[in-house]
């Protein structure tokens, strides 16, 4: 087993002279590692989306370093590699799933030696890879991160044309209504080749069908109605069937008029909440609360009663993470409790406020 000392000086030196002989676009597609000087309580894993780089991951990896953690973000196979792409020689992406699973084991086990507790996340592409390793690495991961996972597009005709036709796709201005209307900046890859997408989809549409039927890592699901890359409806599906399975499971919507788009890691790339997004994530891996708890605390604060009134009333407080007060302010109490006067209904009986537990 390779000592943390060096890890550590072949993960900030070494690895970016590899990088280096490939012959990146720009320095900020190269991998990143925020590492102290010793193996640290949790590390944090992220992946960023599909053909841009690990600059996505940037703040986030800050806040985590910051707040203790070892993170890394690796630059995706294929990905940020210089050259005039087009049509006619479109970036050299991977078009099997397989390579993706692999590099994500073989990062998971680089995580692995760096803390006790490992953290994964990502976004689009990349939250589909981190779904992949909560799913098929259940017992090694502690935490899953999804930030608006490619569990498929938004628009299911898209679904079926990139499964059936080989072509090229350059990524369209955000005016002309695509589905592919998220443009990464001039950093990542100007288009793609649909067989390289389909890779991706395949994976998302394995890990709707693999939630099912296995254990899962507990898992928080972020989605936005402004992202008209994927599909929210998928998400919620995927979020329903790992609560079977996975209690302590977590999911978000973010309100329309926030206007979050799909590329929600950065404000660089339209999130002017993107501080709120890693407080809410860290909310999430430093708790230790079931949805069916978060939902309760959000209940009764629908009664005029303050999140620190509840959480001490319920006898909570070691089970909720510093940065959970803001956490709850994104969640949908009135649905929740519409949802509640609904059931109270069909039982014959008016609503009660809820007992302790």
């Not at 990502?122 to 490619?150: F, H, V």
């Amino acid at each position: 087993m390779t000592d943390y000392p060096t890890l550590k000086r072949v993960l900030e030196q070494d690895l970016k002279q590899q990088e280096v002989r490939y012959g990146l676009m720009h320095e900020a597609l190269y991998s990143r590692a925020w590492l102290h000087p010793q193996p640290t309580d949790r590390v944090c894993l992220f992946f960023h989306g599909f053909t841009a780089g690990p600059y996505q991951m940037e703040p986030i990896g800050q806040h985590f370093y910051r707040a203790g953690y070892n993170v890394l973000a690796p630059l995706l196979p294929g990905h940020g590699r210089a050259g005039k792409w087009d049509k006619d020689n479109p970036p050299p992406l991977p078009t099997d799933p397989e390579v993706y699973q692999k590099f994500g084991t073989q990062w998971l086990t680089l995580a692995s030696l760096l803390g006790q507790r490992v953290v994964v996340g990502g976004l689009s592409g990349g939250g589909t890879l981190a779904a992949w390793l909560a799913l098929e690495k259940s017992t090694q991961i502690d935490r899953a991160i999804l930030c608006a996972p490619y569990l498929s597009g938004s628009n299911k005709v898209i679904d079926l044309f990139v499964k059936k036709i080989d072509t090229y796709f350059a990524w369209a201005a955000p005016s002309q209504g695509s589905v592919l209307n998220n443009p990464p900046p001039a950093l990542g890859y100007p288009g793609f080749a649909t067989p390289a997408l389909r890779a991706v989809l395949d994976l998302g549409q394995y890990c709707q069908q693999r939630v099912k039927q296995a254990p899962i890592a507990p898992t928080f699901t972020i989605s936005s109605e402004s992202d008209k890359a994927v599909s929210n409806f998928d998400h919620q599906h995927f979020f329903e069937a790992a609560l079977k399975h996975q209690p302590l499971s977590w999911h978000i919507c973010f309100n329309k008029v926030l206007d979050i788009p799909h590329t929600m890691m950065t404000e660089l790339e339209g999130n002017r909440y993107q501080n709120l997004l890693n407080v809410m994530i860290q909310a999430f891996v430093e708790s230790n609360l079931t949805w069916a708890e978060v939902e309760e605390i959000a209940y009764r604060m629908t009664k005029n009663r303050t999140f620190n009134a509840v959480v001490a009333e319920l006898g909570w407080q070691a089970k909720c993470s510093k940065d959970m007060p803001a956490m709850i302010t994104m969640v949908d109490k009135w649905s929740i409790a519409v949802k509640r006067g609904q059931a109270g209904q069909q039982s014959g009986h008016r609503p009660r406020p809820p007992r302790d537990r």
